[in-house]
Each structure stands twice: as C-alpha cells, then as structure tokens.
C-alpha cells in the first residue's frame, strides 16, 4: 500500500477588488478579479504526521499572500500581476510548482478578460 502521493493545494474562486489597469476608469478605482491558483508541492505523505496545521502549508497564508500581492500597489497589466504573483507564491516552503489565473471580471461589458501562468515543476 502506498504511504506517499502527489499532493497539490488549489484556491479557486477567490475574488477581491484589485488595483490593476490601463484604461482611465481602472486608474481611478480597483477592479474585481478572481485568481485561481494551484501549487505543486510534491510528494507527501498520504496522512500527515499529526493533526496539527503547523506541519502541513496553511492555506490561509495562501490565501492572504495572494490578496495582499494583488493589492499592495496599482499595476498596469495583468502579465505584470501574474509574474509578480507566480514569484512570490514560488518562495512558499515545500512549493515546486505555481499554477495560476488571474480574470478581470468587468473589463468589459461583453466578455471576461483572463491570463494563465505556470512555473517551477510539474
């Protein structure tokens, strides 16, 4: 029986008010997006050495890196904010890979605009 698999922690859906644009309106005041990340962090073992959150990546910290990195300042393209993202989730402990997507949500009134980027190993 196997005591190890590929284990990978995913936020989806994660939505907040970013400061992020070109145009005159996005200087102005944030935009909403949503960014779904994926992080690859390799083999673990299939049941944790204890019950305790201090032993395994807390994905509360995930979660407020990737708002407080969103937010922190304005940016003005979207390849700026994923690269930015990508690299800082990358120095987590134990992270070998990085997937994620970030969508703005109300770019424009016809359709979502988003962008996808993946590093490190998968």
């Not at 995930?62 to 390849?79: G, P």
């Not at 690269?83 to 949500?105: D, F, N, S, T, Y």
């Amino acid at each position: 029986m196997s005591k190890a698999g590929t284990q990978i922690l995913t936020l989806t859906g994660l939505r907040f008010d970013a400061n992020l644009g070109i145009l005159d309106h996005e200087k102005v005041a944030p935009q909403p997006i949503q960014v779904d990340a994926e992080l690859n962090l390799g083999t673990q073992p299939l049941l944790p050495r204890d019950d305790d959150i201090t032993h395994v990546l807390d994905y509360r910290k995930v979660r407020r890196i990737i708002i407080e990195e969103c937010t922190a300042e304005h940016v003005n393209l979207l390849e700026s904010l994923i690269g930015k993202l990508a690299h800082r989730l990358m120095q987590l402990p134990g992270v070998l890979g990085v997937r994620v997507k970030i969508v703005k949500l109300e770019i424009f009134d016809d359709c979502e605009v988003a962008i996808r980027a993946e590093t490190g190993q998968w």
